[in-house]
Nanobody, 127 residues
Framework: QVQLVESGGGSVQAGGSLRLSCEVSGRTYNGYPMAWFRQGPGKEREFVAGISWNGGSTSFSESVKGRFTISRESAKNPAILQMNSLRPEDTAVYYC????????????????????WGHGTQVTVSS
């Protein structure tokens, strides 16, 4: 069984930065595409950023492109989301997600494309 645990959320003012981490525990889980999604109040879960199995490819939603980066730190921390220039509209619960299939390139942008999920970490940006 694979468990994903997010950390690094918190409350910041607009323009600030946060760094979210996704730690893997349980069985060995390495070499799979990873992604970050978020879900704001009353909204559907939406794709934020994705990274390929080796970190060589990344993708971002238009709303965060140029402000957020995603990277792989290690097998235990396969998805780091660095969030800069935060805006109030970035307020949401952020979820780490892991693909169940090894593949080239980044994974999909739909929640249905991912099998493993963390419980989420709250990010609140005040104006």
């Amino acid at each position: 069984q694979v468990q994903l645990v997010e950390s690094g959320g918190g409350s910041v003012q607009a323009g600030g930065s946060l760094r979210l981490s996704c730690e893997v525990s349980g069985r060995t889980y390495n070499g799979y595409p990873m992604a970050w999604f978020r879900q704001g109040p009353g909204k559907e879960r939406e794709f934020v950023a994705g990274i390929s199995w080796n970190g060589g490819s990344t993708s971002f939603s238009e709303s965060v492109k140029g402000r957020f980066t995603i990277s792989r730190e290690s097998a235990k921390n396969p998805a780091i989301l660095q969030m800069n220039s935060l805006r109030p509209e970035d307020t949401a619960v952020y979820y780490c997600a892991g693909d169940a299939a090894q593949k080239r390139g980044v994974g999909g942008t739909s929640p249905q494309d991912y099998y493993y999920w963390g419980h989420g970490t709250q990010v609140t940006v005040s104006s």
